[in-house]
């Protein structure tokens, strides 16, 4: 099972970005997928959350900014970042709670990040 995370870059303060995080390999099922991001010198950050229903959750930081959803015919989860500032350039880390085969409780699986640099 893989993560492949992509959709980083720069941009200017107020603008937009959309990350993606596709899940590939051999596995039954994905329980819940989400975001977290790390900027030098911090903590890592939740971002947002989606579970399989397509209930979400985000952090204070991003909430009203950022959208999160899935594309479980795909695999595939989405990060739509709008309004953006400068705090939030980080490297933004996918995850996934896959079960491997039914029944298997989920392990998380982490993707490689990928960097958002937003300018003032």
């Known amino acids: 099972v893989q993560l492949q995370a992509s959709g980083g870059g720069l941009v200017q303060a107020g603008g937009s970005l959309r990350l993606s995080c596709a899940a590939s390999?051999?596995?039954?099922?994905?329980?819940?997928m989400g975001w977290y991001r790390q900027a030098p010198g911090k903590q890592r950050e939740f971002v947002a959350s989606v579970i399989s229903g397509g209930t979400t959750n985000y952090g204070d930081s991003v909430k009203g900014r950022f959208t999160s959803f899935r594309d479980n015919a795909k695999n595939i989860l989405y990060l739509q970042m709008n309004s953006l500032k400068a705090e939030d350039t980080a490297v933004y880390y996918c995850?996934?709670?896959?079960?491997?085969?039914?029944?298997?409780?989920?392990?998380?699986?982490w993707g490689q990040g990928t960097l958002v640099t937003v300018s003032a």
């Open positions: 390999g051999n596995f039954h099922s994905i329980a819940s």
């Open positions: 995850y996934a709670d896959i079960s491997e085969k039914y029944g298997f409780v989920p392990v998380d699986y």
